[in-house]
């Protein structure tokens, strides 16, 4: 459901509706107003881009969900996209949110239903923290604050997988650790799709020069944008650190190999002199005097035993086995 909170230093308030209308009858004209659209809904974006007078190519922004990361400003408001990353179970959801930053109101568009900044609404009408005696801009950085904060959650996932991946590297028979190692890969290459064109946005935005951005905000963005520096070089991080796991699952399987390897060329040593004997035997000519003889037969095979304990005895005084 949509909801709207209206606040200022004084109070605050919130009314939820699916209908725009009843919401901005709810708008705080005195105060900051916090507009959420949960799910996109053409109309109701065109509507609130008719009242606000967001240009349409921001609209078609706001309702294509595979945006990259930026930041827009225009004579009115200033137009945010970012990606949020949420856990279910044992995946990771993405979802776009668009923010809309005007002077006195902020709309945020959410690609899913579901309420991601229950914490930040809290805050506000529990008139936690200083956002009740702040500009709107500073609502749009708590909200971008609290998308990257959960960036530093999934990493720590993330970083749990990786070492339960290290401890399975060396077990050369595991037959899903492939395939568990490129879900992590494909997750961090949607972390990295993520986050790294966000520290472009915010450089964007510290210098973007609009009265929409306070000076008082310059701190608070300049840390978030170090947060999502740290975020990048944690992923990158992360994809080196998995390339280590792969190469010594790879190490694992060739060892592995190689000892399979250096078994069957053992074995196939032992037996070239013993074919060879069988080989020569095995011509049945009428001449050759051990094929009359009543010992020949077992003379043989104690020959052949005889060659083959002798090479396992040179093989284990070498140590090739």
């Given at each position: 459901?949509?909801?709207?909170?209206?606040y200022?230093?004084?109070?605050?308030w919130e009314y939820?509706?699916?209908?725009?209308?009843?919401?901005l009858e709810h708008?705080?004209p005195?105060?900051i107003?916090?507009?959420?659209i949960?799910?996109l809904?053409?109309?109701?974006?065109?509507a609130?881009?008719?009242?606000?007078?967001?240009?349409p190519?921001?609209?078609?922004d706001?309702?294509?969900?595979?945006?990259?990361?930026?930041t827009?400003?225009f004579?009115?408001?200033?137009?945010?996209?970012?990606?949020?990353?949420?856990?279910?179970?044992?995946?990771?959801d993405y979802?776009q949110?668009?923010?809309?930053?005007?002077?006195?109101t902020?709309?945020?568009f959410?690609?899913?239903?579901?309420?991601?900044?229950?914490?930040?609404r809290?805050r506000i009408?529990?008139?936690a923290?200083?956002i009740?005696r702040?500009?709107?801009?500073y609502?749009?950085?708590?909200l971008?604050d609290?998308?990257v904060?959960?960036y530093?959650?999934?990493?720590?996932?993330v970083?749990?997988r990786?070492?339960?991946?290290?401890?399975?590297?060396?077990d050369?028979?595991?037959?899903?650790?492939m395939?568990?190692?490129?879900?992590?890969?494909?997750t961090?290459?949607?972390?990295?799709?993520?986050?790294?064109?966000?520290?472009?946005?915010?450089?964007?935005m510290?210098?973007?020069g609009?009265?929409l951005?306070?000076?008082?905000?310059?701190?608070f963005l300049?840390?978030?944008?170090?947060?999502?520096i740290?975020?990048?070089?944690?992923?990158?991080?992360?994809?080196?650190?998995?390339t280590?796991?792969?190469?010594?699952n790879l190490s694992?399987?060739s060892?592995?190999t190689?000892?399979?390897?250096?078994?069957?060329?053992?074995?196939?040593t032992?037996?070239i002199?013993?074919?060879?004997?069988?080989?020569v035997y095995?011509?049945?000519f009428?001449?050759m005097p051990?094929?009359?003889?009543?010992?020949?037969?077992?003379?043989?095979?104690?020959?052949?035993?005889?060659?083959?304990?002798?090479?396992?005895?040179?093989?284990?005084?070498?140590?090739?086995i």
């Amino acid at each position: 459901m949509n909801s709207i909170i209206g606040y200022d230093p004084v109070g605050a308030w919130e009314y939820a509706s699916d209908t725009l209308e009843e919401l901005l009858e709810h708008h705080n004209p005195a105060g900051i107003s916090w507009i959420n659209i949960n799910a996109l809904d053409s109309d109701t974006v065109n509507a609130l881009a008719v009242k606000y007078h967001i240009h349409p190519l921001t609209v078609e922004d706001i309702l294509d969900t595979n945006q990259r990361p930026k930041t827009e400003e225009f004579d009115d408001y200033f137009f945010i996209v970012l990606k949020a990353i949420h856990r279910e179970n044992e995946e990771f959801d993405y979802e776009q949110i668009s923010i809309v930053l005007t002077e006195d109101t902020v709309i945020t568009f959410q690609q899913k239903t579901g309420d991601n900044f229950g914490g930040i609404r809290k805050r506000i009408l529990n008139n936690a923290g200083k956002i009740r005696r702040a500009s709107s801009d500073y609502l749009a950085y708590v909200l971008m604050d609290a998308v990257v904060d959960d960036y530093f959650t999934v990493l720590d996932l993330v970083s749990d997988r990786i070492e339960m991946m290290e401890d399975r590297a060396s077990d050369d028979t595991d037959d899903t650790f492939m395939t568990d190692i490129q879900d992590i890969k494909l997750t961090l290459l949607h972390l990295r799709r993520c986050i790294w064109p966000l520290r472009e946005s915010l450089t964007k935005m510290i210098h973007s020069g609009s009265p929409l951005i306070h000076d008082e905000l310059s701190p608070f963005l300049h840390d978030l944008h170090d947060n999502v520096i740290q975020a990048a070089e944690t992923v990158d991080s992360h994809r080196e650190l998995l390339t280590g796991v792969i190469e010594m699952n790879l190490s694992a399987i060739s060892n592995r190999t190689n000892k399979v390897m250096k078994v069957l060329t053992i074995i196939s040593t032992i037996f070239i002199p013993l074919t060879f004997i069988v080989g020569v035997y095995g011509m049945n000519f009428t001449n050759m005097p051990e094929l009359s003889s009543p010992y020949g037969y077992p003379l043989t095979w104690g020959a052949m035993a005889l060659i083959a304990i002798g090479m396992l005895f040179f093989f284990k005084r070498r140590r090739w086995i």
